[in-house]
Nanobody
């Protein structure tokens, strides 16, 4: 069983930065990709960005390009989300997720709250 644990959320003023971490543990962990999703109050969960575990190739949703960066540390089974120039509309619960090749995201963390004040 793979477990994903997020950390690093909190309250920050608009224009500030936060760094989220997602540590994976459990049985042999060999994902194809890991990603970050977010869910704002009253809205559906949405894809934010992802990284392919072996190559480091990344994908971003347009609203975070140039502000958010995803990276990973394969040795630590950890993925990071660096968020800069935060906006109030970035306020959401952020979830870490992992998937194997050819599958949808099937492993999820518990989520961490990010609140950006104006």
């Amino acid at each position: 069983q793979v477990q994903l644990v997020e950390s690093g959320g909190g309250l920050v003023q608009a224009g500030g930065s936060l760094r989220l971490s997602c540590a994976a543990s459990g049985r042999t962990f060999s994902p194809y990709a890991m990603g970050w999703f977010r869910q704002a109050p009253g809205k559906e969960r949405e894809f934010v960005l992802s990284i392919t575990w072996s190559t480091g190739s990344t994908s971003y949703t347009d609203s975070v390009k140039g502000r958010f960066t995803i990276s990973r540390d394969n040795a630590k089974n950890t993925v990071y989300l660096q968020m800069n120039s935060l906006k109030p509309e970035d306020t959401a619960v952020y979830y870490c997720a992992a998937r194997t090749r050819g599958a949808s995201y099937g492993y999820w963390g518990q989520g961490t709250q990010v609140t950006v004040s104006s």
